[in-house]
């Protein structure tokens, strides 16, 4: 009696196995029957004065490319794609119940699906080692992996903060809605795959279907914000910092000859990260990066610098046989008193230039408008006095510059 019980447990199970699992020629026979007398150029449906609905579904993998120059889209991707044919439904108990059978792509019908927007060339979705399952209902998968570029417009008015929205339009080729119907289940992507991208980060996806033109199309969209850190690290500071020592060349003494050199090369250098810059961004006027209005601007002032370089090397080199016009002495003086107020609080030298006889001497030849000669004001004074105005003004500007760049970027994107 022991023994009589795993022997009919054995026998139970061979059963159940032989029962519930499909052979090799169940599933032979299946294949032919369903492939018997079907016709792959014929659409599901029947009832032909139906459409076809085919649900698409896309799954993101990872962004390929984005060329900003060149308007280039790329992404890897693999679709789901679903639809009902009851040519391909069977009853699984009359096939020891297979449930699913595999079919190359080739022999069946499926939908033609390709983009209409392509970057370089037109071609359907699909390889020819990929395959469509169908289950017992009818209900077909197909799930063609695919690259997918596209021409995107786009807009680099906030490089390097900017945020770019691409489109991929899919259609079923040389139908009309009232035949084939696209549909999307989903209104977004499956990011289950996704890998990040090191430049761009995706911030939104959409998938909408629509009827337009007599296609059913499916646009799909992605909208992806730069990661900025490369471009700041490497482009905007460098020049900020390039700006600063951009006022720098007025603390130079003008007998050391390097205040012409040191300011030519300041200005070449943001030159160098202009051209750097432009090979980033598209090659079109419409729109305009505003990094390349604040490279701009620093270029125009650092040539305006060079300029002024030159001049004051003039005036701090000539000849004091040359008389120093009254304004400037003015300038002077009110510059080294204000220097000597400054300096008062720090220590108690009183400086000879701007003693209390001094001051009150120079109040009455203001109010004669005339400089006399016993106020000594050298060109050299002169050169002095405006440098230290200069450098001031110089690192004015380039704190509101910076200032104003930062605060439009942070207002408009």
């Excluded at 022991?2 to 059963?15: E, G, N, Q, Y």
């Excluded at 308007?71 to 020891?96: C, H, Q």
């Excluded at 080729?173 to 549909?183: A, D, K, R, V």
């Excluded at 090659?283 to 990066?289: A, F, Q, R, V, Y």
Aim: aromatic share 12%; with cysteine; proline share 4%.
């Amino acid at each position: 009696m022991r023994t009589a019980f795993p022997i009919f447990l054995t026998l139970m199970l061979k059963t159940v196995i032989h029962v519930f699992c499909s052979t090799l020629n169940d599933v032979s026979n299946l294949y032919t029957t369903l492939l018997q007398n079907y016709n792959s150029e014929v659409r599901p449906g029947d009832n032909q004065f139906l459409p076809t609905n085919v649900n698409v579904t896309f799954n993101l993998v990872a962004i390929q490319e984005f060329d900003e120059v060149d308007g280039k889209f790329a992404v890897i991707g693999f679709f789901e794609v679903t639809w009902v044919d009851s040519r391909m439904a069977w009853n699984p108990l009359d096939y020891n119940y297979t449930y699913t059978m595999l079919f190359s792509q080739d022999i069946v019908w499926k939908p033609t699906l390709l983009s209409i927007n392509p970057f370089s060339k037109i071609d359907q979705l699909g390889k020819d080692f990929m395959t469509v399952r169908y289950y017992h209902n009818g209900f077909a998968y197909w799930s063609p992996g695919e690259i997918l570029s596209s021409s995107c417009s786009v807009d680099v008015t906030y490089f390097p903060f900017d945020q770019q929205t691409c489109f991929i339009t899919l259609m079923s080729w040389g139908t009309w809605p009232n035949e084939i119907l696209l549909q999307s289940p989903l209104t977004n992507f499956k990011m289950g795959f996704y890998s990040e991208h090191g430049t761009w980060q995706i911030s939104s996806t959409s998938a909408v279907d629509s009827t337009s033109n007599g296609m059913s199309v499916i646009n799909l969209s992605v909208t992806m914000e730069r990661r900025p850190a490369f471009f700041v690290v490497n482009i905007v500071l460098p020049v900020m910092f390039l700006m600063a020592l951009n006022c720098c060349v007025f603390i130079l003494p003008p007998e050391s000859g390097e205040r012409v050199s040191y300011s030519i090369t300041v200005l070449l250098a943001i030159a160098v990260f202009m051209t750097l810059t432009g090979d980033n961004l598209p090659k079109t006027s419409e729109p305009m990066s505003l990094l390349s209005y604040f490279l701009m601007s620093d270029l125009v002032f650092s040539a305006i610098i060079c300029l002024i370089t030159m001049l004051g090397l003039r005036l701090h080199f000539k000849d004091d046989k040359h008389t120093v016009p009254s304004y400037l002495k003015r300038l002077v003086f009110c510059c080294k008193c204000l220097s000597h107020v400054s300096n008062k609080k720090h220590t108690n030298d009183v400086r000879p230039f701007c003693t209390d006889e001094k001051i009150q001497q120079f109040s009455d030849i203001n109010r004669k408008d005339n400089m006399a000669t016993d106020i000594d004001v050298s060109w050299r004074d002169v050169s002095q006095a405006l440098d230290t105005i200069l450098l001031w003004i110089s690192i004015g500007g380039l704190v509101i510059s910076i200032i104003l760049f930062f605060i439009i970027l942070k207002k408009l994107v």
